[in-house]
Nanobody, 124 residues
């Protein structure tokens, strides 16, 4: 059982930056692909970014390409989401997730583990 704990959310202004962190409990962290999803009020949970086991392959939602960067440090069981040029539409609860699929996915249905989320609010 992998436990994921997100941190780093908060209230920022449009144009600001924020870095989210996700700490994993699993010693075999390096065998999991890691993801960030987000869920805005009244909306479905959407894919944001993904990074493969060794951190050399990434994927991003079109809405965040060029602004967000996902990274990981396997030695510390950590995954990060650097968010720059934040917009009010980025306001959401951000969730960390993990899976052991062969390739990176974008569907919530493919995830094996989830964190409880951290709230990011971007004011205009």
């Amino acid at each position: 059982q992998v436990q994921l704990v997100e941190s780093g959310g908060g209230l920022v202004q449009a144009g600001d930056s924020l870095r989210l962190s996700c700490a994993a409990s699993e010693r075999t962290f390096g065998t999991y692909n890691m993801y960030w999803f987000r869920q805005a009020p009244g909306k479905e949970r959407d894919f944001v970014a993904a990074i493969n086991r060794i951190g050399v392959g990434t994927n991003y939602a079109d809405s965040v390409k060029g602004r967000f960067t996902i990274s990981r440090t396997n030695a510390k069981n950590m995954v990060y989401l650097q968010m720059n040029s934040l917009k009010p539409e980025d306001t959401a609860v951000y969730y960390c997730a993990a899976d052991r699929q062969f390739s990176l996915r974008t569907s919530t249905k493919d995830m094996d583990y989830w964190g409880k989320g951290t709230l990011v609010t971007v004011s205009s």
